[in-house]
Each structure stands twice: as C-alpha cells, then as structure tokens.
C-alpha cells in the first residue's frame, strides 16, 4: 500500500518570500501521478500542480514548482512571491498509475502567510 | 461550467441515525469518487463509481454504500452512524475511469454526529 507522508504540521512565510513544503512517499510501482492540492478555509479542495512520475522535468505552473525527486521518494512544493491568497491547507497526494483515480493524501501542512 | 455541487453543505445527525449524501459531478463527468476527511487529517478514499458501477472500495466498514445515477450524480449512504463519521465528506469528479483526467472536488458536505 501507498503511503504518503508530510512531515510539516505547519509552516509561516513573509509575504513576498519563498517557502517550501515537503513530502514524501512510499510506493514499489514505477508508474503513478503526484499532485499537490490546496484547501482554503471554504473547504474546496483545488488542484495546485502534478508532476507525472515518468517525467524526469520538474512541473511548473507560475508561482508554483515542485522538486521531484524519485529515487529519494521525494515531492516537495515551492511557492515564490508567497502571497496572502496563498494561507490555506496543502495536501500531497499519489495517485497510482493505470485506472482508476483514487488518490492518497498526506496528512496536509497549514501554510500562514505574514503581511 | 458549474463545478461539483454537493448537498446538503452541513447536516446534523444522531448516533444510530442514517444519512445520504449527494454529489452533481461536473457536466460530461462520468466518474464520481467520494473521500471522508476527519478534522485535522487528509482526505481518506471511500468509493469510486463509474458508468453507475463500482471500480474502486476503501477501507471503510459495509455501513458505508454509495450508488451512481444514470445521470451520473452519486449518493453516500451511512447506516448506523458514530460519533467517528463526524467528518468532511468530499466529491470529486473526472471526466473518465481509464485514463488520467484531473479530479474536480466539490465543496464538501460537513456532518456532525452528535
């Protein structure tokens, strides 16, 4: 079975400042999806970036990039220019290669943002 | 597009009682996965249905049960209910089963169980 773990209950960023989040995971297929997603205080679950795992390019999307890196079992997000809109609840989650879309969430990191 | 909706937004039941969710996927979505998140923790992986059958069950007891409409909105039944399925319960919808589409979440139905 997946596991997916992040090991940072909660991080501060200065607003303009970069931050970095971290996760890792453990899994013996060679074939699966990585995705971070953020979880505002509404609740609504929002995709932030994925990174597929036969790609050996980290993702990018804007403000947003990952370190990925499979050997270590390693998916770590970096927010740059950190803005206010940024504060919510980050969850790592693995998502197996093949059917089905079933995901594995981290336990999230609580990311506050300081104006 | 309207997104995923979900009703009701909160609900309050008691222990014993039975409760049903449900879930619109987003227009053209076939696939409806349903995930439970307790306060303080990730979201945890319930159902799966696509095309009204079931494709995927997580570790969660037979009191748990869902189905798919053949307009391929979804339901979330518990029986029996306990003060531990106090929780989040999201829905989140994709375009298919057999490849890999994103996952649209709705906002969630927050129950409490007192």
């Known amino acids: 079975a997946q596991t997916v773990t992040q090991s940072q209950p909660e991080m501060s960023v200065q607003e303009a400042e970069t931050v970095t989040l971290s996760c890792t995971y453990d899994?013996?297929?060679?074939?699966?999806?990585l995705f971070w997603y953020k979880q505002p205080p509404s609740r609504q679950m929002i995709l932030v970036i994925r990174?597929?795992?036969?790609?050996?390019q980290n993702a990018t999307e804007n403000r947003f990039s990952v370190n990925f890196q499979k050997a270590a079992k390693s998916f770590s997000l970096k927010i740059s220019d950190s803005q206010l809109g940024d504060a919510a609840m980050y969850f790592c989650?693995?998502?197996?290669?093949?059917?089905?879309?079933?995901?594995?969430f981290g336990a999230g990191t609580i990311l506050r943002v300081k104006s | 597009d309207a997104g995923v909706t979900q009703s009701p937004t909160h609900l309050i039941k008691t222990r014993g009682q039975h409760v049903t969710l449900r879930c619109s996927p987003i227009?053209?979505?076939?696939?409806v996965s349903w995930y439970q998140q307790v306060l303080g923790q990730g979201p945890q992986f319930i159902f799966q249905?696509?095309?009204?059958?079931?494709?995927g069950r997580g570790n969660f007891p037979d009191r748990f049960s869902a189905r798919q409409f053949p307009n391929y909105s979804s339901e979330l039944n518990v029986n029996a209910l306990l003060l531990g399925d106090s929780a989040l319960y999201l829905c989140?919808?994709?375009?298919?089963?057999?490849?890999?589409?994103?996952?649209?979440f709705g906002p969630g139905t927050r129950l409490t169980v007192t």
């Open positions: 989140a919808s994709s375009l298919d089963f057999w490849k890999t589409y994103e996952q649209y």
């Open positions: 249905y696509y095309e009204k059958e079931e494709r």
């Open positions: 990174q597929e795992a036969y790609k050996q």
């Open positions: 989650a693995f998502r197996s290669g093949g059917y089905g879309n079933k995901l594995v």
């Open positions: 227009s053209g979505h076939k696939s």
């Open positions: 899994t013996s297929e060679s074939d699966y999806y």
